[in-house]
Every structure is written in C-alpha cells, then in structure tokens.
Nanobody, 111 residues
Framework: QVQLVESGGGLVQPGGSLRLSCAASGFDFRSYVVSWYRQAPGKERELVAIITSGGSTNYADSVKGRFTISRDNAKNTLYLQMNSLKVEDTAVYYC?????WGQGTRVTVSS
C-alpha cells in the first residue's frame, strides 16, 4: 500500500530555512504527480507545491520565490526546500500522492 513519511519539520526563526522530506513507498513513485500541502491552526488544508512526473512544478502564490519542490526518483523521496520563512508559514506540512496522505511534519516559525 502507499506509504508516505514526512520528516524535517521543527522550530525556526523568521527568515530561516528548513528542508522537508517525504519518503514514499508502495507505488511507482517516478510515474506520479506528488505534492505538498499544509494546514495552519484553525485553517483548511491548502496546496503548497506540486511536481509532475516530468519535473514540472507549480506553487501557491504565498510561497513562490521562497519554496522549492523537488524529487529524487532514485530515492523515492520528495523534498520541499523552504527559505525566508515567515510566521504565517507555521503549519503541519503533508505530502500527498495517489490520494494518500502522510502523517505530517510540524513547522513552527517563531522568534
């Protein structure tokens, strides 16, 4: 079955950086669109970034120019490089593939 395991979250100061990872298994990772979502406290889950099997990417306006989504098909791993973090980036970040979700990793941006 599809398994997605996120890691890399934590506490960071505004302006800092984090790299999230999502280890995927149970499906042919290289062949599918995979994406990052986030859910802030009291808000609905929202799409952050998406990457196709061919490597095309798209981002939410709120993170364009600061976040980079990438994938390593040899390692079946999805990444999200997050730079210039803002307080409003605080959320639980989830990866998604084939309609499945990981357990999430918490990112807290605070001074």
């Amino acid at each position: 079955q599809v398994q997605l395991v996120e890691s890399g979250g934590g506490l960071v100061q505004p302006g800092g950086s984090l790299r999230l990872s999502c280890a995927a298994s149970g499906f042919d990772f290289r062949s599918y669109v995979v994406s990052w979502y986030r859910q802030a406290p009291g808000k609905e889950r929202e799409l952050v970034a998406i990457i196709t099997s061919g490597g095309s990417t798209n981002y939410a306006d709120s993170v364009k120019g600061r976040f980079t989504i990438s994938r390593d098909n040899a390692k079946n791993t999805l990444y999200l490089q997050m730079n210039s973090l803002k307080v409003e980036d605080t959320a639980v970040y989830y990866c998604r593939a084939l309609g499945n979700w990981g357990q999430g990793t918490r990112v807290t941006v605070s001074s």
